[in-house]
């Protein structure tokens, strides 16, 4: 598992399992480690049971994934949990499919592979198209049938032929004897028009003609409501914190950037900067608190303005943070204070969210310890909370558990360790003290209050972003709500293209520094809205057997019919698939 996560694996592994970190009952042993605790006797080890937490983070990382794979080869049975996969990421889909089943993917090329995807493609194509008109043909068929017999309706009549003859299509393509029969069985003069019988061959083709079917996607948008049309999960909203750097009330901040922003762009004008080791660290640490940033500007060879302007703007917001509790019981006195990122998340916590269980989230120590010395000062003691890499793992779940079980206790502040794992159902409200470049990471920071066990009595997650105005940060900013829709819908399904967004934030920055990002909004907005469509498709493949729940039966006999080898259509239409696609039929002897 993550670093992060380790804690919490082993704490809900004992308290929802009553299963304890290492010997336990009947003298069954369970072993938690992360990543770089890992040792070689632990890759010579043939375990049980092996489960991966994250393990999308691993494909990417050559050392990591050649242990994960080592113990997956000796496991006897796995489980690893990832972002959701898609297909058309052709090379990172094998390389999961390597980890989960090494001896049936490890000597498949990249290229049969593809061939392979490219096939099942345009199967989910077609099947897509079906299962769309066979949502607006039952919509029809019951708005019909209110006054009048549907099999009479000339629409109804044009959706069956439609959908009729994407079956036929798919039939022709697949030479499958049996799909065949199935498509005869599909009448419009039957009592549902076809209904039923469209849903069975659906869900045949759906369950049979997967690439693998050992993987399960997470499939939020089924869980986001109930057959009944119940909201099942959450909905998320933003708030916008908007401050502007004045050089009357942040003259400090002001300057300071205005000398960053010169210096990257002299840098990148003259090629001796690094977007990934130079520019965003410095940036990212700008935009969170003057002490993160300065922390990280030691580490450069900048101006002397820059660090001079720095250390002033430190100075003024230490000010604020020493006169706190006065500059929020009395904002008419200390208005000059009110257009610093430190007095606007605090002032939020005082005035419009003073009854609202809210976290914070920030990605660096420097701004936590901060953050942590402000909301000591002006607040009482009861209503905080803290979750920090300082903190000692008593301090942490202790902390935690206050959060999610005392009324009184309102405002937990977190640094990057909050972001991953943790259950704070509890509260609405997030606030971004700082926004990272990566949206996997706000993605994680959402999902600590938007889970699926939310109590629905409060249906709303909101995003409090605190932003600059005419920034780089602004333009961050754009990007991932114009561009991803990140505060106001999941990403689920959208991870595995994370790295993908990441790189056309730093082409962007390197083409025009000012202004890049906002131009590429437009770009991010047709990848993501293209990507999603092929989630979509995907998913819907997947999940049609599970939504076609009456269908199982019917599933079930088809199942049986081939595992028995009744004839030779199994080795004709379907062995060379099988032996890809995880169809797993077993030959009954003597039969």
Same mark, same amino acid.
């Given at each position: 598992?993550?670093?992060?996560?380790?804690?919490?694996?082993?704490?809900?592994?004992?308290?929802?399992?009553?299963?304890?970190?290492?010997?336990?009952?009947?003298?069954?042993?369970?072993?938690?480690?992360?990543?770089?605790?890992?040792?070689?006797?632990?890759?010579?080890?043939?375990?049980?049971?092996?489960?991966?937490?994250?393990?999308?983070?691993?494909?990417?990382?050559?050392?990591?994934?050649?242990?994960?794979?080592?113990?997956?080869?000796?496991?006897?049975?796995?489980?690893?949990?990832?972002?959701?996969?898609?297909?058309?990421?052709?090379?990172?889909?094998?390389?999961?499919?390597?980890?989960?089943?090494?001896?049936?993917?490890?000597?498949?090329?990249?290229?049969?592979?593809?061939?392979?995807?490219?096939?099942?493609?345009?199967?989910?194509?077609?099947?897509?198209?079906?299962?769309?008109?066979?949502?607006?043909?039952?919509?029809?068929?019951?708005?019909?049938?209110?006054?009048?017999?549907?099999?009479?309706?000339?629409?109804?009549?044009?959706?069956?032929?439609?959908?009729?003859?994407?079956?036929?299509?798919?039939?022709?393509?697949?030479?499958?004897?049996?799909?065949?029969?199935?498509?005869?069985?599909?009448?419009?003069?039957?009592?549902?028009?076809?209904?039923?019988?469209?849903?069975?061959?659906?869900?045949?083709?759906?369950?049979?003609?997967?690439?693998?079917?050992?993987?399960?996607?997470?499939?939020?948008?089924?869980?986001?409501?109930?057959?009944?049309?119940?909201?099942?999960?959450? %909905? #998320?909203?933003? $708030?916008? =914190?908007?401050?502007?750097? +004045?050089?009357?009330?942040?003259?400090?901040?002001? *300057?300071?950037? !205005?000398?960053?922003?010169?210096?990257?762009?002299?840098?990148?004008?003259?090629?001796?900067?690094?977007?990934?080791?130079?520019?965003?660290?410095?940036?990212?640490?700008?935009?969170?608190?003057?002490?993160?940033?300065?922390?990280?500007?030691?580490?450069?060879?900048?101006?002397?303005?820059?660090?001079?302007?720095?250390?002033?703007?430190?100075?003024?917001?230490?000010?604020?943070?020493?006169?706190?509790?006065?500059?929020?019981?009395?904002?008419?006195?200390?208005?000059?204070?009110?257009? %610093? #990122?430190?007095? $606007?998340? =605090?002032?939020?916590?005082? +005035?419009?969210?003073?009854?609202?269980?809210?976290? *914070?989230?920030? !990605?660096?120590?420097?701004?936590?310890?901060?953050?942590?010395?402000?909301?000591?000062?002006?607040?009482?003691?009861?209503?905080?909370?803290?979750?920090?890499?300082?903190?000692?793992?008593?301090?942490?779940?202790?902390?935690?558990?206050?959060?999610?079980?005392?009324?009184?206790?309102?405002?937990?502040?977190?640094?990057?360790?909050?972001?991953?794992?943790?259950?704070?159902?509890?509260?609405?409200?997030?606030?971004?003290?700082?926004?990272?470049?990566?949206?996997?990471?706000?993605?994680?920071?959402?999902?600590?209050?938007?889970?699926?066990?939310?109590?629905?009595?409060?249906?709303?997650?909101?995003?409090?972003?605190?932003?600059?105005?005419?920034?780089?940060?602004?333009?961050?900013?754009?990007?991932?709500?114009?561009?991803?829709?990140?505060?106001?819908?999941?990403?689920?399904?959208?991870?595995?293209?994370?790295?993908?967004?990441?790189?056309?934030?730093?082409?962007?920055?390197?083409?025009?520094?000012?202004?890049?990002?906002?131009?590429?909004?437009?770009?991010?907005?047709?990848?993501?809205?293209?990507?999603?469509?092929?989630?979509?498709?995907?998913?819907?493949?997947?999940?049609?057997?599970?939504?076609?729940?009456?269908?199982?039966?019917?599933?079930?006999?088809?199942?049986?019919?081939?595992?028995?080898?009744?004839?030779?259509?199994?080795?004709?239409?379907?062995?060379?698939?099988?032996?890809?696609?995880?169809?797993?039929?077993?030959?009954?002897?003597?039969?």
């Amino acid at each position: 598992v993550p670093e992060a996560l380790k804690e919490q694996w082993i704490s809900e592994l004992l308290l929802k399992f009553n299963i304890p970190n290492g010997v336990g009952a009947n003298s069954n042993s369970v072993v938690v480690k992360s990543v770089n605790e890992i040792e070689q006797s632990d890759l010579a080890t043939q375990w049980n049971f092996v489960i991966i937490d994250e393990v999308h983070k691993y494909l990417f990382v050559k050392n990591t994934y050649e242990i994960m794979h080592s113990i997956s080869k000796k496991a006897k049975n796995l489980l690893v949990l990832s972002a959701t996969p898609v297909q058309q990421k052709k090379e990172e889909y094998l390389d999961l499919l390597r980890l989960l089943l090494p001896d049936k993917y490890d000597h498949i090329s990249a290229e049969k592979f593809g061939n392979l995807v490219e096939k099942q493609g345009k199967i989910i194509q077609k099947t897509a198209l079906i299962l769309d008109d066979l949502g607006d043909y039952e919509e029809e068929i019951a708005s019909v049938s209110e006054d009048a017999d549907p099999h009479e309706n000339e629409d109804c009549k044009e959706l069956f032929e439609e959908i009729y003859d994407d079956l036929s299509d798919i039939c022709e393509e697949l030479d499958d004897e049996k799909l065949s029969a199935l498509l005869e069985n599909i009448h419009f003069d039957n009592d549902d028009l076809g209904v039923y019988s469209i849903k069975v061959i659906v869900s045949y083709i759906c369950g049979n003609y997967q690439i693998e079917s050992n993987i399960i996607r997470n499939r939020r948008k089924i869980l986001e409501e109930s057959e009944d049309d119940v909201r099942l999960m959450a %909905t #998320r909203d933003l $708030v916008d =914190l908007e401050y502007i750097l +004045d050089n009357d009330k942040a003259l400090y901040e002001q *300057l300071t950037y !205005n000398e960053l922003a010169d210096w990257i762009v002299k840098g990148l004008e003259r090629a001796n900067l690094d977007i990934e080791d130079n520019v965003r660290p410095l940036l990212s640490s700008f935009f969170s608190s003057p002490w993160a940033f300065l922390a990280h500007l030691s580490g450069f060879k900048t101006t002397d303005a820059l660090e001079e302007n720095a250390r002033k703007w430190l100075d003024n917001e230490q000010y604020n943070i020493d006169h706190i509790a006065e500059i929020l019981n009395d904002p008419d006195e200390y208005e000059e204070c009110y257009s %610093t #990122r430190l007095v $606007v998340v =605090l002032n939020a916590l005082f +005035d419009e969210f003073y009854d609202k269980k809210v976290v *914070l989230f920030t !990605n660096y120590t420097e701004t936590f310890e901060a953050y942590r010395n402000a909301i000591s000062k002006a607040f009482p003691a009861g209503e905080v909370s803290f979750f920090g890499s300082d903190m000692s793992t008593e301090e942490i779940e202790l902390s935690a558990y206050r959060f999610q079980t005392e009324k009184e206790c309102r405002i937990m502040l977190c640094d990057f360790t909050g972001g991953e794992g943790r259950n704070f159902q509890c509260a609405d409200y997030i606030i971004h003290i700082d926004l990272p470049w990566d949206a996997s990471a706000i993605e994680q920071r959402i999902g600590r209050l938007d889970r699926l066990e939310r109590d629905l009595s409060r249906p709303v997650v909101y995003s409090i972003v605190v932003h600059t105005k005419d920034t780089f940060e602004e333009a961050l900013f754009s990007f991932f709500r114009d561009g991803l829709n990140i505060f106001t819908q999941s990403l689920s399904g959208m991870e595995i293209i994370m790295k993908d967004i990441n790189a056309e934030i730093i082409s962007a920055i390197k083409a025009d520094f000012k202004y890049g990002l906002f131009e590429k909004i437009p770009h991010i907005v047709e990848l993501a809205n293209t990507m999603k469509e092929v989630i979509r498709k995907e998913q819907n493949f997947d999940a049609a057997g599970f939504i076609y729940r009456p269908m199982y039966a019917e599933l079930r006999r088809l199942i049986e019919y081939y595992s028995q080898n009744e004839n030779e259509l199994f080795s004709s239409t379907m062995s060379n698939w099988a032996s890809l696609a995880g169809f797993h039929g077993n030959t009954v002897s003597g039969k």
